[in-house]
């Protein structure tokens, strides 16, 4: 036994020198390993900052860009809106001013009717006023002349309903304010109320428009 414990002690003996040089070179390596291992960790933290720092930055620019497109948006809205609306007066101008010039020319004569309703209502009273029982062949003279004014009154009649201009000789028909001018009511046997039963004067339409309204009178209750 005392041999072999010589034995490892001298196996042992040249390796001493070398485990005390690693024992006191050890705490220079621990300390290196450590800085490395710090430094490592310093530079992980540095990139995952940058990271987050350049992931703050784009998100900052894109709310910005979002803002921006949202403003520009709703501009772009209010301009839609407002070009729509002036179309849509241009519209309504160009639209009444087409109903102006029409109405112009279906009615800037009616002044000129007006005064020749005058006209017409004295040929008319022309040729109620000659006795039928005088226009014979031996009364040449007044027949011509009764004739030639029947035609006239027919001319120009023709000529009215050419430009728009109709006869209202509403007799038997139901009394109207819009076209009808009532002198009188009185009860009429056999009528009933509320028409005309006598046309005093003529009345006319103008393009459907009542340029002048009968005169009439209108039946009653009696």
């Known amino acids: 036994m005392?041999?072999?414990?010589?034995?490892?002690?001298?196996?042992?003996?040249?390796r001493l020198p070398l485990l005390s040089v690693a024992l006191r070179t050890s705490p220079?390596?621990?300390?290196?390993?450590?800085?490395?291992?710090?430094?490592?960790?310093?530079?992980?933290?540095d990139q995952s900052q940058n990271q987050n720092e350049q992931k703050v930055e784009p998100s900052s620019a894109e709310?910005?860009?979002?803002?921006?497109?949202?403003?520009?948006?709703e501009q772009?809205?209010?301009?839609t809106e407002k070009y729509k609306r002036a179309l849509a007066d241009a519209e309504?101008?160009?639209?009444?001013?087409?109903?102006?010039?029409?109405?112009?020319?279906?009615?800037g004569i009616q002044g000129f009717c007006k005064d020749l309703l005058e006209v017409a209502d004295i040929l008319e009273k022309a040729t109620e006023s000659v006795p039928k029982e005088e226009i014979k062949d031996e009364n040449p003279h007044l027949k011509s002349l009764y004739e030639g004014l029947v035609m006239t009154e027919?001319?120009?009649?023709?000529?009215?309903k050419k430009h728009g201009l109709l006869r209202l000789n509403?007799?038997?028909?139901?009394?109207d304010p819009y076209e009808h001018e009532a002198l009188f009511h009185a009860p009429v046997e056999g009528k009933e109320p509320g028409t005309i039963a006598l046309v005093s004067k003529i009345g006319y339409k103008l393009h459907g428009r009542t340029l002048r309204p009968a005169l009439v009178g209108v039946v009653k209750d009696a």
């Open 154 to 160: 027919i001319q120009i009649q023709k000529v009215f």
């Open 170 to 175: 509403p007799v038997g028909a139901k009394f």
């Open 28 to 45: 220079r390596l621990l300390c290196a390993a450590t800085q490395q291992k710090n430094t490592g960790q310093n530079l992980e933290e």
């Open 2 to 14: 005392a041999a072999v414990a010589q034995c490892v002690r001298g196996a042992l003996r040249p």
């Open 63 to 73: 709310k910005l860009l979002a803002e921006e497109k949202a403003k520009l948006e």
């Open 92 to 107: 309504n101008v160009r639209q009444r001013s087409q109903k102006l010039v029409e109405e112009a020319k279906l009615y």
């Open 76 to 79: 772009l809205k209010e301009v």
